[in-house]
């Protein structure tokens, strides 16, 4: 199960934090993302990371702006956001799965545990 917090309202230019509460068995390879939706437009991966070996990925526009980080003893994923602009506005949710490689690390049909979704707008 994975339960996401931290979205809201923020102007241009502004941060914030979004966490990512897994829980349950999980086994090696399992990799958690972040992905968002805008209206009207199809889910896209932002950011995942292995749970295993910690390694990263991110979406090009996101580079330098976006950091995201796991605290294995939580059981929880950050991803730091700064710099935003309306660009990055959408429900952005938190999927759990095992791509099939690192060509797929950011692929939303990749994973399968899926949390709610947690709003973000980013006003001009």
């Known amino acids: 199960q994975l339960v996401e917090s931290g979205g809201g309202l923020v102007q241009t230019g502004g941060s914030l934090r979004l966490s990512c509460a897994a829980s349950g068995s999980t086994y090696a390879d399992y990799a958690i993302g972040w992905f968002r939706q805008a209206p009207d437009k199809q889910r896209e991966g932002v950011s995942s990371i292995s749970t295993t070996n910690g390694r990263t990925y991110y979406k090009t526009s996101v580079k330098g702006r976006f950091t995201i980080s796991r605290d294995n003893s939580k059981g929880t994923v950050y991803l730091a956001m700064s710099n935003l602009t309306p660009e990055d506005t959408g429900v952005y949710y938190c999927?759990?799965?095992?791509?099939?490689?690192?060509?797929?690390?950011?692929?939303?049909?990749?994973?399968?545990?899926w949390g709610q979704g947690t709003q973000v707008t980013v006003s001009s």
């Open positions: 999927g759990g799965g095992y791509p099939s490689g690192e060509y797929s690390m950011l692929w939303p049909n990749e994973y399968e545990d």
